[in-house]
């Protein structure tokens, strides 16, 4: 019955791009089994190719892996893939299905030789969160920190209720924010006068990830203060942020000198960081 289930499953993941491995005790950080099916690479768009990819569990836990090229096929790097091995403690026959949804994110169901799908992390290995860039967070402090963010509405002992407002105005802020995965494309720049009133996209980003066609473009606050449909003129070859981009910059808030990162989480969807400059960036960005 289990198997039933989980090969239905494998027959509806074939209608996304997606592929499977079976891990067997043999060495299985050899280059064949971190290699990536000739049939699978040649139908990932040129949009969607990445030499990082990442690999996502039920339970939420990601990995970032590198992809290399020998001469006769793609294949994950060892560190990444290595990593993801042991903490699923793989090894005794899994079933694993890598199932594309773009941008080289790749969902993971893991199957037991049973039949059994694991949709818990291994009980010696603690969820350790989601890879950032400021490293990876234990269990305890993603919990820590859920639990501090909970109960707003209570207020402690010797709590003022302006210090209670306070708290559960960040507990909002918190849940309002949009989360961005670990590995996705982005591009950076740092804002000058003319990009407060029309953002050129870098060249580089614009030939691997974009197709070069007027669209409109939906950018969202990091911090979930706000979406704004932008749309996007191809000139002189370029892809250029134009009609809403102002708007943008001025709710934003954007300003010169302002370092920004932009997250393509969606084929046309960005998430927008950004960092404000000192008042000696700002003298120099001033001056462009």
Not at 144 to 151: A, H, L, R, T
């Amino acid at each position: 019955m289990e198997w039933n289930r989980g090969f239905g499953r494998v027959k509806e993941e074939r209608k996304s791009l997606s592929f499977f491995k079976i891990f067997h005790s043999a060495d299985l950080s050899s280059e064949s089994m971190r290699g990536i099916p000739y049939d699978f690479m040649k139908n990932v768009s040129k949009e969607d190719f990445s030499c990082k990819m990442v690999i996502r569990t039920k339970w939420g836990r990601s990995w970032e892996v590198d992809i290399s090229m020998n001469p006769r096929f793609y294949y994950m790097e060892k560190s990444g893939w290595n990593q993801f091995v042991t903490d699923n403690a793989l090894g005794a026959n899994e079933f694993v299905t890598f199932t594309h949804s773009g941008l080289m994110c790749f969902n993971v169901n893991i199957y037991r030789e049973s039949g059994k799908e694991i949709v818990l992390p291994h009980a010696t290995t603690p969820f350790s969160g989601i890879k950032n860039e400021e490293g990876e967070r234990s269990y305890k402090d993603v919990k820590k920190e859920d639990e501090s963010m909970g109960g707003v509405g209570h207020v402690e002992i010797g709590e003022s209720s302006r210090g209670a407002a306070l708290r559960k105005k960040k507990a909002e802020k918190h849940k309002r924010r949009k989360k961005v995965k670990y590995g996705v494309p982005r591009f950076k720049i740092t804002i000058t006068k003319s990009y407060l009133k029309s953002l050129t996209i870098p060249t580089f980003f614009e030939k691997k990830y974009l197709k070069s066609e007027s669209k409109v473009y939906k950018i969202h606050h990091s911090e979930g203060d706000g979406s704004w449909e932008v749309l996007s003129l191809v000139h002189q070859a370029h892809i250029v942020l134009s009609r809403g981009w102002i708007k943008l910059a001025r709710e934003y808030p954007l300003a010169v000198g302002d370092r920004c990162t932009f997250h393509l989480v969606k084929p046309t969807e960005f998430v927008l960081t950004s960092k404000k400059a000192k008042a000696i960036e700002i003298t120099i960005s001033d001056s462009d």
